[in-house]
DNA sequence: GTTATTGCAAACCATTTGCAAGTGT
DNA sequence: ACACTTGCAAATGGTTTGCAATAAC
């Protein structure tokens, strides 16, 4: 059983936020509310143009670019998001918060992402820490390759031709 | 004894990259040579316009900066060098030919970079890797936190005042 | 001589910012 | 009323690119 696949989120990603901006004396706006229900809606990767062409498609108010970008700001400081990597020069963001901390495989072929945990590799880092007296207080590790998909050769269409 | 803390190098930096050039029906100006000998005049970690600076200050030859910006990507795609992260929005860049894999501590109040490695790191990977059907190539670590400098409180000058 | 390469200036493009108009309390 | 926010358009800043002049072979 490992506890870290589930985490128990006591407030909700918008409360967390609107606390976050209570002590910052900020106000919880309709675009700021909006953008942190959209980023949160799936546990998906996501840049800001994605996020930008998705909140454009819902018609119940609109919002500008420079707003997605300050939010998404704000995001980060308030430890909901953070960036992850960059796919073509622009940033990836993923979930900082409800989600349990992990690494990624990433292809170098078709660029899919996808996460995996290891337990062992906290407790590796901490001694490598200890040896360099590093305050450690979060990593990110990123593994390229072929996935799955992408290192199987190509398929033939009906290998059962083979047998004739 | 650590075998990856020493790395046979058959071939020069900058005989690789001509065989490479070669192999592309590209030619070693001395451009190129500039920048490839200083790149690998040691092994710091540094971003396009350090590299620029410096060779500003050689005055054998002007090198423009889009023959360097030019000239660090052939670099890359011939395996010598790659990215390793990004600082204040500048691509940072580190040897990546004649020199042992390893990772990164990364302060986040000075920003400064220490390598590290370890050999349980890969093979945890490979394990990861065999579980997800990754075919691995390479990887990237960054463990963020405080070096150890940084992480010291502040000092008084005169510590021994306290004892009297 | 032919083809690759350079330096320059302009283009690119994601992100940031100044500011006047608008919104929340 | 007041302070915070928004959208817009312009600025920023690292990186890329078109092109005429230049160097390599």
Same mark, same amino acid.
């Given at each position: 059983m490992n506890e870290l696949s589930?985490?128990?989120?006591?407030?909700?990603?918008?409360? $967390?936020?609107e606390?976050?901006?209570?002590?910052k004396g900020m106000r919880l706006t309709q675009e &700021?509310?909006?953008i942190v229900n959209e980023v949160f809606s799936d546990h998906e990767h996501f840049? +800001? *143009?994605q996020l930008v062409s998705v909140l454009e498609q &819902? $018609?119940?108010?609109r919002?500008?670019?420079s707003s997605v @970008? &300050?939010? +998404?700001? /704000?995001l980060e400081e308030a430890g909901l998001l953070r960036k992850v990597a960059r796919n073509q020069s622009r *940033? /990836? @963001?993923e979930h900082d918060y409800g989600y349990p901390q992990h690494d990624h495989l990433i292809c170098k072929s078709c660029g899919s992402l996808t996460e995996f945990t290891n337990d062992t590799v906290s407790k590796l880092l901490e001694d490598v820490c200890a040896e360099h007296d590093f305050r450690m207080d979060g990593h990110r590790m990123e593994v390229y390759g072929l996935c799955q998909k992408c290192s199987r050769p190509p398929q033939r269409r009906h290998p059962m031709l083979d047998r004739i």
């Open positions: 589930t985490v128990n989120v006591a407030v909700s990603p918008v409360e $967390k936020f606390e976050f901006l209570r002590t &700021r509310q909006l840049d +800001i *143009d &819902r $018609k119940e108010r919002v500008s670019r @970008y &300050r939010t +998404i700001s /704000l *940033d /990836l @963001y």
